[in-house]
């Protein structure tokens, strides 16, 4: 691919993801997280975010929102790294309608007696690119 079509197209993803990776950075300094930016995504983590994470109706190692990361701590970021950054893709390809989308088969499948995180299509595309079975 030449490479002013990849830049242009990594400037789009980036900007169709934007609202998302916005409310990742303003929930991270409103918690005090500190910020790392690996391979283009900013990765957050502190003893707020842990909490938070902690909070979940799934609690969770670690939490995408467009090309923000939030994690417990350096080690949880690690560890999820892989998958978290299917859902960074996700976010590339659905940008604001990620959550909703999200949102949707969670309840459809919660209404059909399934599991809503499990069973959800965007945590199973994620955990097909790793072994992990305890991260969101
Ligand atoms: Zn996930």
């Not at 500190?34 to 842990?50: L, M, N, S, T, Y």
Request: proline share 4%; hydrophobic share 45%; aromatic share 8%.
């Amino acid at each position: 691919m030449p490479n002013f079509i990849r830049i242009a197209a990594r400037t789009i993803a980036y900007s169709w993801a934007s609202p998302n990776t916005i409310l990742g950075i303003t929930i991270g300094l409103l918690l005090g997280g500190r910020f790392q930016c690996v391979d283009g995504v900013i990765e957050i983590h502190g003893r707020g975010v842990a909490n938070v994470l902690g909070r979940l109706l799934v609690p969770a190692m670690a939490m995408t929102l467009g090309h923000v990361v939030l994690g417990r701590d350096p080690i949880s970021l690690n560890v999820t790294r892989n998958h978290e950054r299917v859902h960074v893709r996700q976010y590339e390809r659905w940008g604001i309608a990620f959550v909703p989308a999200y949102l949707a088969c969670w309840l459809v499948l919660s209404l059909r007696g399934r599991d809503g995180y499990r069973d959800n299509p965007f945590e199973i595309e994620a955990y097909a690119v790793d072994s992990l079975t305890t991260t969101k």
